[in-house]
């Protein structure tokens, strides 16, 4: 998911987009909280469009993708850890 959707303007530089892993660039973002992120994903905002050119993604692939490309801890670890 990540190299066919995401990476195609979150690894490069020149998209304007936040860059994939570094921090700074996702400073706003951060800021406004994982759900404003994925409703930006869902609807689609400036130049990204509507669910980031993966349609098949669910709510949970993106909360995770967001994670990741934020550099914010997955905290699906934690989850799994307390069901047990």
């Known amino acids: 998911m990540l ?3 995401c990476a195609q ?3 490069r530089p020149d998209t304007g987009a936040p860059f994939m892993g570094r921090k700074e660039d996702w400073r706003e973002a951060v800021a406004r909280g994982e759900g404003a992120m994925l409703i930006n994903v869902v609807q689609g ?3 990204m469009p509507p669910l980031g050119y993966c349609s098949a993604c669910t709510e949970e692939d993106f909360r995770v ?3 990741m490309m934020a550099g914010l801890p997955d905290d699906s670890a934690d989850s799994k850890g307390e069901q047990q």
């Open 3 to 5: 190299v066919n959707n």
């Open 45 to 47: 905002i400036r130049g």
């Open 65 to 67: 993708l967001i994670r």
């Open 9 to 11: 303007c979150h690894a």
